[in-house]
């Protein structure tokens, strides 16, 4: 799709209902993003998202997934110990998980990490620019790279996990003129989020792109779809009818027959 120049779609999911939504449309890629601690469990950081919990819902996901290819972020601290930690907690998302291929945050410090995963047989995306599981210590979610020096880190990140053996990358909130120089360096496919339209590809959660994440909207998020008003309507007119008890009706509900009924409530009776 890259030497075809076919822009790549990358969408978020994190259950079985929302796998099927991206099998039955132009999802290209399925990713069991880490953003679900947020969205999903309403924790405050993905820095909070355990390896039990990301494996719970990847095989959601792959249940209800046929085409699009699947990929699972490694949660924070499931890839920082060890190597021989990190291949255990890989292994286990794609034997538990049924994921295809799994997503690390970081540049050349984790080179080897991906080597080794990638020369064991884990396909790896890889992650540049801004990484949410390091927020803290990049004083928040600030776009990357708009200064020489860290502009240069992420160009040389990118080549040395290109080298070190990962299939795509992802290209988080950096200046699109970056974002399109990193493309046109790779020879693996790029997926912006927040890094303009000339990357190979482009992903956005799936609770932004259909508008029903309440919390920060971030620049680069476009809401596709407003489902949150159509969600908050419904609940509103089903908590309506029930207390003036429209619902259910007639033709919603089952009959008996009235000679059974009087049966009934006389046998009862005595």
Known sequence: MKDKRTP??????????????????????????????QVCLGYSSTTELSLSEMIHHCRAVARGTTHPFIVADMPFGSYQVSDEDTLRNAVRLVQEGRVEGVKLEGGEE??????NLSRKGIPVMAHVGLLPQRH???????????????????????????????FSIVLEAIP????????????????????????????????DMIGT?????????RRFGDLKTERDSAIQQYAEAVKLRTFPDDSESYNMDKAILEEVTRSTME
Request: glycine share 10%.
């Open 110 to 115: 984790i080179k080897s990490t991906v080597w």
């Open 8 to 37: 790549i779609t990358m969408l978020t999911a994190y259950d079985y209902p929302s796998a099927l939504a991206c099998s039955s449309n132009l999802i290209d890629i399925t990713l069991v993003g880490d953003s679900l601690a």
């Open 136 to 166: 803290v210590a990049m004083s928040g979610y600030r776009v990357q790279g708009k200064d020489v020096d860290s502009a240069r880190k992420i160009v040389s990140d990118a080549l040395a996990l290109e080298e070190a053996g990962a």
């Open 213 to 221: 994440w309440g919390g920060h909207k971030a620049k680069f998020v």
């Open 176 to 207: 699109k003129e970056l974002a399109a120089y990193v493309t046109q360096r790779l020879r693996i496919p790029t997926i912006g989020i927040g890094a303009g339209s000339q990357t190979d590809g482009q992903v956005l959660v799936w609770d």
